[in-house]
């Protein structure tokens, strides 16, 4: 009997071998939903225009004569103006990035995560050494999946919607037409960033021009704009402030929205300590650099995206270990072997800490 919880078009899909490779779907393959996205750049457009049409360009005072312009506030104006087209054009750019940037994908071809279906791996034991899983199934097997017919890297998750599975994958966004996965989660957290910024700066600037429609000559339209502006930007603010504020949280604490849900709603329903943390937590600097960049100096720009290759993981654990090695100069694999071993379910198990967000209970939901 079919599963449920699974799309129709899924649970007809045929299981994937290695002889029968799923076919993937073209990206932006389905017009509708491009839908939420026109929606999202009408609304940013509509805002654009009544900021720098009942705002912005009373202030500039262009149709006056010089003698007859108030300079402090066309000085004001300016200043506005620039900085507003400053952090709209960051805005701008995350939103296109984080649409166009693919979140990743498992690699095709590759030994290491070529799911055989019958236990077996073609991936030499170098090639399986290189990679150091935290994340395992109860019965000690690596995750894989099934639509996609490939082992599951630690924090990837199989997305019904793109159709494929995504690296490090925090949650799909109908806004963007996009997962947010590994690649693409900077631009997505700088979108915020910025979009946080621009609607607080038009509701906190514009309430001059509110203020200034108490005038009773003031036309109805002008009024009708400068109102629906403040309020849209006050409203959105607010909104995306809350979900902007969670991502930090979620970026100070190493976890993904996925993690998170599967940390809060466990599938067992089992009680789990609400202050355990991510196994992926390196500190709250660690944890930026990992998202945001290398240099703090480029962690503000749309730029250079987070550390790593978005199919291995640093821990706190492997970071020591790394760092003792390097200071000693040679590579020992003698801990990372206890890890591996695919067979001894409970040794793996307790590399987990009780009810924490990777632990094989929850490794297979999405
Ligand atoms: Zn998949
Ligand atoms: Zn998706």
Redesign the pocket.
């Known amino acids: 009997m079919a599963d449920p919880r699974i799309p129709r078009e899924y649970s007809q899909q045929q299981s994937p071998t290695p002889a029968n490779p799923p076919e993937k779907p073209p990206r932006f393959g389905e017009r509708a939903k491009f839908l939420p996205v026109a929606f999202l750049v009408s609304t940013m457009v509509l805002l654009y225009t009544v900021y720098m049409t009942f705002h912005i360009m009373p202030m500039l005072q262009n149709d006056l004569p010089a003698n007859q312009q108030d300079h402090e506030r066309r000085h004001r104006g300016v200043l506005q103006m620039l900085f507003f087209h400053l952090v709209t054009g960051m805005m701008s750019i995350c939103y296109v990035r984080s649409i166009l940037e693919h979140p990743g994908e498992i690699p095709d071809n590759d030994p290491v995560w070529a799911y055989t279906g019958d236990g077996r791996t073609h991936a030499d034991s170098n090639q399986l050494a290189s990679i150091n899983l935290q994340e395992m199934k109860k019965s000690g097997d690596r995750r894989h999946?099934k639509?996609?017919g490939k082992y599951k890297p630690d924090r990837c998750h199989?997305c019904r919607v793109c159709r494929?599975?995504i690296l490090k994958m925090d949650h799909h966004c109908p806004w963007i037409y996009n997962c947010v996965g590994f690649y693409n989660y900077k631009y997505f957290f700088l979108l915020l960033f910025y979009g946080v910024i621009d609607l607080h700066f038009i509701a906190f600037t514009m309430t001059e021009s509110v203020i200034g429609t108490w005038d009773l000559n003031t036309p109805f339209a002008t009024m009708f704009f400068v109102l629906f502006g403040e309020t849209l930007s006050i409203f959105l603010g607010i909104l995306i402030s809350a979900f902007f504020i969670f991502h930090i949280w979620l970026l100070m604490r190493a976890m993904t929205t996925i993690e998170f849900c599967e940390k809060k709603m466990p599938k067992g329903g089992k009680e789990v300590a609400a202050d355990v943390g991510s196994v992926y937590d390196l500190g709250p600097f660690g944890n930026m650099r990992g998202i945001l960049g290398q240099n703090p100096l480029t962690w503000l720009i749309p730029i250079e995206p987070g550390i790593g290759d978005g199919l291995n993981y640093v821990t706190a654990e492997t970071r020591l270990t790394k760092d003792m090695e390097a200071g000693k100069g040679i590579r020992k694999k003698t801990h990372q072997k206890v890890q591996r071993m695919p067979a001894g379910g409970r040794d793996q198990a307790t590399n987990y800490s009780a009810g924490d967000s990777s632990s094989p209970r929850a490794a297979n939901r999405f």
């Open positions: 999946c639509w996609c199989h494929t599975c």
